[in-house]
């Protein structure tokens, strides 16, 4: 059913005039997030980090700006803020077009694939039969598996596909891959109808089913895709969870697509819950990686881990609701930027906490900021041409939070307005669209603001965004709620001014940087 849905949501076309088209390709491709040269993304694959080289491949459908046969694009990066675009990686073949999946490096070639000399990158992903889809077959998504014995830049499909057949299970897709050292296998776990269905390799093409999770468990208001399963260590302690992604479409906490995560243990075999985390999920129900409308298909990358041994996510900066008609034409669609993950535990309750993976040093080109100041209605914190509002970093202390709605609004002289702030009588975060420019291509885009519980209730705040052209990526409390939005304003914002409802004594500091993401290579 929500497949179904989703399938006609992806198939809807853009009448946006030819004419503007050139402009507004312009005005709103991003300076330092992945977008396609040419035609529609969603969701990133088969990610991974070799020899200072990030690799990012993504659902593509290379002919056209909205959703078709899907193929694997490619592109890659060293410094995760300027990508290049290589040839596609993956054509659909006779078994189907290429959906979602991961890549590993098989170090010791245990696939035979490659050589221990020279290792291959084995890529898994779903090969979507829609001509077996039309007959009413119930198994047009198999795992199959493709290996590139060059780093990753051409690829052989294995001859043998599919690795992983379906059951009779509609929606069985998205293979994500990882090397569990201590029980030396692969686990595979993979999106199954309502569940997460795992599986067990030593050679990543013999797979053997081990178990599932899910039935009945967070949030089931739409098709589970896309998951990803990693080892955390709990932040300031030796101890170390697991935590499961699945994204959802739809049944987002404001609508559409979001990822939700899970807190527990992986014995090898089966994935269970921790006591604590199921005990606040029952309660809270706030486990998003992302509660903002736009990250989606996030999965982390394979061989890499952050200083602090964390894994690496990227996600897709749309959502199924209105992917296919937002007012671009060249190429539809960005990634987010990539964020550290880190797990915390805060009396007795977890979070998954998100931190810009950038090394802002290298791509700052201004700097300013402004010292402990009083908010008195409100107060202009870029003026028109004091700060380029197109490429900035901006962060934002609060202090003496009152009982009052904290709202920042970034405007420009056509009365193009986006809004977005801190609620403290509800304890809630929002963000409001519905003035920042073109927003009539989808009734979805608007419905309402988009908010966020607080995860606790002290009197001071800190907000890290950032600003893309027609993107906002909002960390509040050292990451740890997150909200991802795009927009579309007529012409680009000039100014930023942040205001209260009520006179209060709170005070605000803040540093605002300009970045140039060509800068580090210059
Ligand atoms: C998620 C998704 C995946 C699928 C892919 C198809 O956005 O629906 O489940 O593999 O997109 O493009």
Not at 44 to 63: A, I, S, V
Not at 461 to 469: A, N, P, T
Not at 489 to 498: D, G, H, K, S
């Amino acid at each position: 059913m929500f497949l179904s849905a989703c399938a006609e949501q992806k198939n809807k076309t853009s009448k946006d005039p030819i004419a503007q088209e050139a402009k507004n390709d312009a005005q709103y491709r991003p300076g330092f997030h992945f977008t396609p040269n040419q035609n529609w993304m969603n969701d990133p694959n088969g990610m991974f980090y070799l020899n200072g080289t990030f690799h990012l491949y993504f659902q593509h459908h290379p002919e056209s700006n909205v959703w078709g046969p899907m193929h694997w694009g490619h592109a890659t990066s060293t410094d995760l803020m300027n990508w290049e675009e290589h040839p596609i990686a993956l054509y659909p073949d006779a078994l189907g077009t290429i959906f979602s999946g991961s890549a590993v490096i098989d170090f010791e070639n245990t696939s035979g694939l490659g050589t221990k000399e020279n290792p291959p990158i084995v890529a898994i992903y779903t090969n979507h039969d829609a001509e077996a889809e039309k007959t009413g077959s119930s198994t047009y998504q198999n795992q199959s598996i493709a290996y590139s014995t060059d780093k990753g830049f051409t690829w052989s499909k294995y001859e043998q596909n599919p690795v992983v057949k379906n059951p009779g299970i509609k929606d069985f897709r998205d293979p994500k891959v990882f090397w569990m050292d201590s029980q030396s296998k692969w686990i595979l776990s993979l999106a199954a109808g309502q569940e997460i269905q795992y599986y067990e390799s030593k050679n990543l093409l013999d797979w053997t089913f081990l178990s599932t999770f899910g039935t009945g468990i967070g949030n089931h208001n739409g098709v589970w895709e896309c998951p990803d399963l990693f080892p955390m260590k709990i932040e300031g302690t030796d101890s170390i969870k697991w935590v499961q992604l699945v994204s959802i479409n739809p049944g987002g906490p404001n609508g559409g697509s979001a990822t939700q995560y899970f807190v527990g243990d992986f014995d090898g075999t089966q994935f269970t819950l921790d006591n604590e985390f199921q005990a606040d999920l029952e309660k809270n129900h706030r486990f998003w990686t992302d509660f903002g409308r736009d990250n989606y298909a996030g999965v982390t990358f394979s061989n890499w881990k952050s200083e602090k041994g964390n894994p690496l996510l990227l996600g897709w900066m749309s959502n199924w609701l209105y992917a296919t008609s937002v007012p671009t034409e060249q190429w539809r669609s960005a990634m987010t930027l990539p964020r550290n993950l880190e797990l915390h535990k805060i009396e007795g309750r977890f979070i998954l906490k998100s931190d810009l993976a950038i090394k802002w040093d290298a791509f700052t080109t201004k700097k300013t900021s402004r010292s402990k100041t009083k908010i008195e209605g409100s107060n202009t914190l870029v003026e028109a041409n004091s700060l380029d509002l197109q490429a900035a970093k901006i962060t934002v202390e609060l202090t003496n939070l009152e009982s009052t709605r904290y709202t920042f609004d970034l405007e420009n002289d056509l009365g193009d307005k986006l809004s977005f702030g801190y609620d403290h009588r509800t304890q809630q975060f929002f963000i409001d669209r519905s003035q920042s420019g073109k927003v009539d291509f989808s009734k979805e885009f608007t419905k309402q603001p988009s908010t966020a519980p607080r995860f606790g209730d002290q009197n001071s705040l800190s907000i890290e965004l950032v600003l893309d052209k027609a993107s906002i990526e909002l960390f509040y409390d050292a990451g740890e709620t997150v909200m991802t939005e795009i927009f579309f304003p007529n012409a680009p914002y000039q100014t930023l001014r942040l205001r209260s409802e009520e006179k209060t004594n709170t005070e605000y500091s803040a540093e605002f940087i300009e970045l140039n993401p060509s800068k580090s290579s210059e």
